[in-house]
C-alpha cells in the first residue's frame, strides 16, 4: 500500500482520513505468470495499480496476431477504461508477464471513494487525462514515426522492463517483426 500512497501523495498530499479510504477501498491481488488480470468478452471489473511485476493489455486479432496496446510495470496503471466504465464487454485482454502484485479498486468503490473524498476525483482525473495524452502520443508515433523513433522512444518510456522483456513482446508493441526489432538492437548497441 505504501507505493500507492506515496503515488497519490505526489500527485495531492493526503490527509489521515484519506490514506484510510485507500487502505479500505484497494485490495491486494497476485497474478502468476501468464494468468489473465482480465479476459476480452468480459467486462474490465478492476482499476489495476501495479506495486511489482509487469502486465500487458493487447487484442488479438482474427489471424490469432498479438496486437500489444500497454505495458504496466510497478508504479503504473492499467485496465480497458471504456469497459470499466461503460460496463460493457472488452475487445481487449490483460494479463501478467511475469508474477504480478496489484492494488485493485473496482467501480463501486472508485465512485465511493469520489463520494467520501472528493480529491481522488481530481487525482483520477489526472491520471485519465496522462493516460489519454500518452495514448495521442502513442497514436502519433505509430502513424508518422519510423520503427527505430518508436524503438528509441519505447526505450525511453519503459526502461525498467525493456531489456527483461521477451522480443517477440517488444516487436507486437512497436508494430514491427521480432527480426526487425533484432536489427534495431544491434544498431542502438553500437550508438551507445
Not at 460496463?87 to 481487449?92: G, H
Not at 465512485?111 to 482525473?125: G, T
Request: glycine share 4%; net charge positive; charged share 20%.
Amino acid at each position: 500500500m505504501a507505493l500507492l500512497l506515496a503515488y497519490f501523495n505526489e500527485l495531492i498530499p493526503l490527509n489521515t482520513a484519506e490514506i484510510e479510504l485507500i487502505s479500505a477501498k484497494f485490495h491486494p491481488r497476485l497474478y502468476r505468470k501468464r494468468q489473465y488480470v482480465h479476459q476480452n468478452g468480459d467486462i474490465c471489473s478492476y482499476l489495476n495499480f501495479v506495486v511489482r511485476g509487469c502486465l500487458r493489455m493487447y487484442k488479438v486479432d482474427e489471424k490469432g496476431t498479438i496486437h500489444i496496446i500497454q505495458f504496466a510495470s510497478e508504479n503504473k496503471w492499467i485496465n480497458d477504461l471504456g469497459s470499466f466504465h461503460g460496463n460493457s464487454a472488452s475487445e481487449l485482454s490483460i494479463d501478467a508477464l511475469e508474477d504480478t502484485l496489484v492494488l485493485q479498486i473496482n467501480y463501486e468503490n472508485l465512485i465511493s471513494l469520489y463520494v467520501q473524498a472528493p480529491k481522488f476525483d481530481r487525482i483520477f482525473r489526472v491520471l485519465i487525462e496522462n493516460s489519454y495524452i500518452a495514448l495521442q502520443k502513442r497514436l502519433l508515433q505509430n502513424i508518422s514515426s519510423t520503427a527505430e523513433e518508436r524503438y528509441y522512444s519505447f526505450l525511453e518510456t519503459y526502461p525498467e522492463i525493456s531489456n527483461s522483456l521477451p522480443q517477440r513482446q517488444i516487436a507486437s508493441f512497436l508494430g514491427i517483426t521480432p527480426e526487425f526489432l533484432s536489427r534495431l538492437r544491434k544498431q542502438y548497441s553500437k550508438k551507445s
